[in-house]
């Protein structure tokens, strides 16, 4: 088993920390949007973006990470990318079907 | 809702039950057995429904405008609540609110001083009462009865006696009783 670097943490938290980063903008860019009455599409357009770039960075670190499981620390940081991969979709992806303003 | 929890409770219970009563029987089932059949396959099966069920169910309670549905407007204040029927006459109520079962109401909430929170358990989540904003609750009561609302935002040395009471009746009873209040001198 390889020594983890204290820098491999942040590992642990990259995937989770990107489905944060998607909530914080998708909460903003929702409650401006109606406030200002932007046009529905517009407003999920916007949020198809933020969600998209999400995905892709996701994607993105999945697969950089693919190969390097030397280390339970590594096993699990891939994991947790995959997971959060997965409640990106499943928590977001609903958005873009829902009436986004009344 | 209630019986299929029941019936999930159930099932843990029983295969808790099974890892002490029948060990051999548990330990054929491998760990990653145990993680991946109790913490993926069976929430796969049982969340994702929730969660479409709650969409459509929430989507269809939306207060989109235009569809006819009787306007309630609720204003709060230290420490009481008002509400009006412009619908039937502009009768109001204080700390009474008069509901027709089965159908639909917009409640329009706000409040004249601080921020307040509208909320019957029973019916319906808790919306803000905020000055200066109007917030709409659609919410529909199923059956007749008295139900018990409360502010649930803290407003002030009376909060915790800002209470209230909703009244729900047939429609046609509901009609009667308001459009009398209206009448009223
Ligand atoms: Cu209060």
Known sequence: MSPTRPASLLWLVAGFGLWSTALILVYALHAVGCAFVWPPAAIRLGLALVLLAHVAALLALIHHQRRRTVNLLLQVALWTLVAALVATAFTYGPLLLLTPCV | MFFGSLVLFALVMVAL????????WARRVSP?????????????LVLPPLVAWALVAGERLLPLPGQGVTRIEVVAEQFGWQFGYPDQGGATTVNLLHLPAGEPVDLHITSTDVIHSFWVPQLAGKLDAIPGKTNVLRLQADRTGTFYGQCAEFCGIGHAFMRFEVEVREPDDFLRVVDGLAAEP
Do not use: D, E, K, S
């Open chain 2, 17 to 24: 039950a099974l890892t002490f009563l029948c060990p051999n």
């Open chain 2, 32 to 44: 990653a057995q145990w993680i991946i059949g109790g913490g993926l396959v069976l929430p796969a």
